[in-house]
């Protein structure tokens, strides 16, 4: 017997079956009550969400710039990697979103992120304004990785995906039936005071992350 089946007997054991227990949560789940209270900072909408985006993730040292449609992207990523001295070329998943784009000099690799490439490209799933942050699936689409492990992060997010608070995320969320392996909450660039109380940028992660904020389709 495997350690998780002998926790799960003692638990079986522990907590005897309740048909009228399991109906009662059946219930909940499929009639559930009126969303919870938020705060006005995660009630936001139209231009003043995205605004609200922007400012909390530049606090955070992240960067942002507004582009009018995908199609602009190639041209818009180019440009972020000539202004910060990297090669004309980025590391990204099997994104279809990507795929059908017209890259021009930039050179395309996909698959999971690796060490040597310094620059590593993804698909939000939503943003929430509440706090500038990022969320991202796990998936060959978007391989976990490419959020770890590129010393520069760039993240694409559609304007119709960005959330208020974190309660319309998931809200968002289960009206998707996403059910990655993982999902990252990403608030800036990687950083850490640990080591004398001193902030270091790119201590678990990407030193710098910039923003793809797709306003149109």
Do not use: Y
Request: net charge neutral; aromatic share 4%; glycine share 8%.
């Amino acid at each position: 017997m495997s350690a998780r089946e002998a926790i799960l007997n003692r638990l079986r054991k522990a907590v005897p079956a309740d048909p009228a227990r399991a109906g009662t949560a059946r219930a909940r789940l499929a009639d559930r009550p009126a969303p919870s209270l938020a705060p006005a900072i995660a009630q936001t909408t139209g231009a003043a969400r995205l605004d609200r985006f922007e400012a909390k993730a530049t606090a955070v040292s992240a960067t942002v710039s507004r582009l009018s449609a995908m199609a602009d992207l190639p041209a818009a990523l180019a440009a972020e990697l000539r202004a910060r001295n990297l090669p004309a070329a980025i590391r990204c998943g099997a994104e279809p979103a990507f795929a059908v784009l017209d890259w021009g000099g930039v050179e395309v690799t996909q698959g999971p992120g690796r060490i040597e490439e310094p620059a590593g490209l993804s698909l939000a799933q939503a943003g929430i304004a509440e706090t500038g942050t990022l969320v991202l699936a796990s998936g060959p689409e978007n391989p976990v990785t490419l959020t770890f492990l590129s010393e520069t992060h760039f993240v694409v997010l559609r304007a119709s995906d960005m959330c208020g608070g974190f309660e319309d995320f998931w809200t968002l969320w289960r009206s998707r039936g996403l059910d990655p392996r993982t999902l990252n909450m990403v608030t800036g660039p990687s950083r850490s005071a640990d080591i004398g109380q001193t902030l270091q940028l790119g201590a678990h992660g990407p030193v710098a992350l910039h923003i793809f904020l797709i306003e149109g389709e």
